[in-house]
Nanobody
Framework: QVQLVESGGGLVQAGGSLRLSCTAS????????MAWFRQAPGKEREFVAG????????YYADSVKGRFTISRDNAKNTVTLQMSSLKPEDTAVYYC?????????WGQGTQVTVSS
């Protein structure tokens, strides 16, 4: 079973940037489409961005398009989410996992808090 560890979150002012990282271990990573998800307090977990195993191009939720960039390094089993022009509504716990269900066990996530 793959283990996922997310990092890079923090407190940032609106308009700022953060770079999130996810490292996978314990199983095959490179053949899966990977994604970032987020869950705000009192809300369902939602899809944010995904990247196919080739890493050529990402695809995004409308709410983050043009502000977030997803990338991956299959040699290092990592997925990265570069976030810029952050807004208070981006505040959430961010998780990575494979895009398709059934997904691997969720990691702890990393908290992103954007102050206005």
């Amino acid at each position: 079973q793959v283990q996922l560890v997310e990092s890079g979150g923090g407190l940032v002012q609106a308009g700022g940037s953060l770079r999130l990282s996810c490292t996978a271990s314990g199983g095959t990573f490179s053949t899966y489409t990977m994604a970032w998800f987020r869950q705000a307090p009192g809300k369902e977990r939602e899809f944010v961005a995904g990247v196919a195993w080739t890493g050529v191009m990402g695809y995004y939720a409308d709410s983050v398009k043009g502000r977030f960039t997803i990338s991956r390094d299959n040699a290092k089993n990592t997925v990265t989410l570069q976030m810029s022009s952050l807004k208070p509504e981006d505040t959430a716990v961010y998780y990575c996992n494979k895009r398709a269900t059934p997904q691997w066990t969720w990691g702890q996530g990393t908290q992103v808090t954007v102050s206005s």
